[in-house]
């Protein structure tokens, strides 16, 4: 019978683990965040990553600068967005844990909260009987991370808050909201303005 400090031993030496498994491509230069080589979904640009210090997996994303970089403005814009998300801490949002440039590869690489059942439109094709008190629930979720968004000092407007950006851990029923890359800080004006396309959400699928 193993005692409690056996059971620490072998947790913390990984006792049955092949070594030539789960070895990380890529590690941040904290040390903290590993990258694997495995894709989160078809055509996806997250990758699976893993938070050594809270023991938890994480999703890596990597976007090629030349992307959307096409002058200094866009570079300041980018900069300004990231400091944004690490300053955006709600319940209803992605975590968004850290950022680095890679100069070598010229990619900038992003580390956030990883989601079991991926965005909202995924999970209503897979469970398409859902009674209107689960979609009343999403709805009071999305709400209060948009509240959060809008009562920021500068207030934050999303522009494409569609199912496809609203992510779900299934096991919880929780959602939140996510891909904040086109989120516009209005600056100029504590009153905040919506100047894209009339937002939609598609909770039913046609």
């Not at 995924?122 to 469970?127: A, L, M």
Request: proline share 3%; net charge positive.
């Amino acid at each position: 019978m193993c005692s409690t400090l056996e059971v620490h031993i072998n947790i913390m030496n990984g006792d049955d683990l092949d070594p030539n498994e789960s070895e990380f491509v890529e590690v941040d230069p904290t040390g903290r965040y590993g990258r694997y080589n495995e894709i989160l979904g078809k055509g996806a640009s997250k990758i699976v990553g893993f938070d050594e210090y809270e023991g938890i997996e994480v999703a890596w994303n990597q976007v090629k600068l030349y992307d959307f970089l096409q002058s200094p403005e866009d570079l300041e814009r980018l900069y300004c967005e990231i400091h944004l998300l690490k300053t955006l801490k709600h319940n209803n949002i992605m975590k968004f844990y850290t950022s680095r440039v890679d100069t070598t590869n010229r990619n900038m690489n992003f580390v956030i909260e990883l989601f079991t059942s991926g965005t909202l439109r995924q999970y209503r094709q897979k469970h398409k009987r859902v009674n209107i008190r689960a979609i009343k629930h999403w709805c009071r979720q999305i709400l209060k991370g948009l509240l959060c968004l809008h009562s920021h000092d500068p207030p934050v407007i999303h522009r494409d808050l569609k199912c496809d950006n609203i992510f779900v851990n299934g096991n919880q029923g929780e959602v939140k909201i996510g891909d904040l890359g086109l989120v516009a800080i209005l600056r100029k004006s504590h009153k905040a303005r919506y100047v894209g396309k009339f937002i939609r959400f598609m909770l039913m699928m046609p």
